[in-house]
């Protein structure tokens, strides 16, 4: 049961292009929504995050859209540079009763390529 | 201020030995989780601990394994009988858990441990 889906496993982008990736969620529960990179043989690398009370989040060149109702997410990277290349994970968790366990349930991630 | 360690980062083991694999979360974490990645994946929740507690292992396969976050030292997880399934990445991450903050969903995590089962 993939409750947190990447449906693109790849994209690519040319440098200074914006690069979109998106993510959609089944449980409607989550109420708390992060991006990751991860370069290979590496851990994941916080980006950004949105709580469900936003519907968008900005830092610097990244910037993240909540659509509760649809229950998708995106990660808008602008302009995208050829470090950007990386595999970009979404998760996403669910606050209860006020508190966080901080479990968080990932997507299958999506291979984002910069080419300069 | 080190980040999440964790070690070793690669390990080799045969069908039916046992491995360990070792956290040490940033310091003034008292957090941890561990994630399992399988190729060609994304990670996924095995078990979260606090010191001296398992607050949540729902991920975590009935037998075979197990963790523990002692008082003092790493975190360990645990894996009995090794079998090639198990071979996979495993990373765990801490936070700083602030009581009804959501900055506690803040997960840094460590670069892993590649564990093979031959």
């Known amino acids: 049961d993939q409750q947190v889906k990447q449906n693109s496993p790849s994209l690519s982008v040319q440098e200074g292009r914006i690069s979109i990736l998106n993510c959609d969620y089944t449980?409607?529960?989550?109420?708390?929504f992060l991006w990751y990179k991860k370069y290979p043989a590496e851990g994941p690398t916080f980006l950004i995050s949105?709580?469900?009370?936003?519907d968008k989040n900005e830092d610097g060149r990244f910037t993240v859209f909540l659509n509760k109702s649809a229950k998708h997410l995106s990660l808008h990277i602008v302009p995208s540079q050829p470090g950007d290349s990386a595999v970009y994970f979404c998760?996403?968790?669910?606050?209860?009763?006020?508190?966080?366990?901080?479990?968080?349930?990932f997507g299958q991630g999506t291979i984002l390529t910069v080419h300069p | 201020n080190a980040g999440v360690m964790q070690n070793p980062r690669h390990l080799v083991r045969r069908r039916g030995q046992e491995a360990r694999l070792r956290c040490s979360p940033m310091?003034?974490?008292?957090?941890v989780y561990w994630y399992r990645q399988l190729p060609e994946e994304g990670l996924k929740f095995m078990v979260y601990?606090?010191?001296?507690?398992?607050?949540?292992e729902s991920g975590m396969p009935k037998e075979r394994f197990s963790a523990e976050f002692p008082k003092e030292g790493p975190s360990i997880l645990r894996i009995q009988q090794v079998v090639r399934g198990d071979s996979a990445a495993y990373f765990c991450?801490?936070?700083?858990?602030?009581?009804?903050?959501?900055?506690?969903?803040?997960?840094?995590f460590g670069p892993g441990t590649r564990l093979t089962v031959l």
């Open positions: 991450a801490s936070s700083f858990f602030f009581w009804g903050l959501l900055t506690s969903d803040e997960q840094f």
């Open positions: 601990l606090q010191k001296e507690n398992i607050i949540d």
């Open positions: 998760a996403a968790s669910a606050n209860a009763g006020g508190t966080s366990y901080g479990k968080l349930t």
């Open positions: 449980n409607s529960m989550f109420d708390y």
């Open positions: 310091k003034g974490h008292s957090h």
């Open positions: 949105i709580s469900s009370i936003k």
